[in-house]
């Protein structure tokens, strides 16, 4: 029986991987460290280790029909997003939706696009209720 790893939520390294990975569709290893490379240095093996857990804990798949072999996501990145805000909604702001954003659009200035965007869903809120 495989072992799998307890936290099925992705670290900050992990995350990196994922969005080379979200970027690009599907990727072998040394496409992947080719990449975070360019990035910051880094190691061939940390990237394969890092691949390899998170295979373990179901964040990634792969094709073992290929050499070499591919990894996809094996989720959308937008799950995975709401996953990671849902957990921090939680743990941190009390599940105060409002809180998280308050903070969240007091950090940075939002470009005019998001304003929109953000004051588009406001408005789609009020009307529900």
Request: hydrophobic share 40%.
């Given at each position: 029986?495989?072992?799998?790893?307890k936290s099925k939520?992705?670290?900050?390294?992990?995350?990196?991987?994922l969005e080379v990975i979200w970027e690009r569709g599907s990727a072998t290893v040394r496409e992947v460290f080719q990449v975070l490379n360019e990035r910051r240095k880094t190691g061939?093996?940390?990237?394969?280790?890092?691949?390899?857990?998170?295979?373990?804990?179901g964040i990634l798949k792969r094709d073992e029909s290929v050499r070499p072999q591919v990894y996809r996501a094996a989720h959308p990145?937008?799950?995975?997003?709401?996953?990671?805000?849902?957990?921090l909604l939680n743990s941190t702001f009390g599940g105060?939706?409002?809180?998280?954003?308050?903070q969240a659009l007091s950090m940075e200035r939002s470009s005019p696009e998001e304003l929109k965007e953000i004051r588009a869903l406001?408005?789609?809120l009020e009307e529900e209720e």
């Open positions: 029986m495989k072992k799998t790893r939520k992705p670290t900050d390294a992990e995350l990196k991987i061939y093996t940390t990237v394969l280790k890092l691949m390899q857990i998170m295979l373990e804990k990145r937008r799950q995975t997003q709401k996953a990671l805000v849902r957990d105060s939706a409002g809180s998280l954003a308050l406001l408005d789609r």
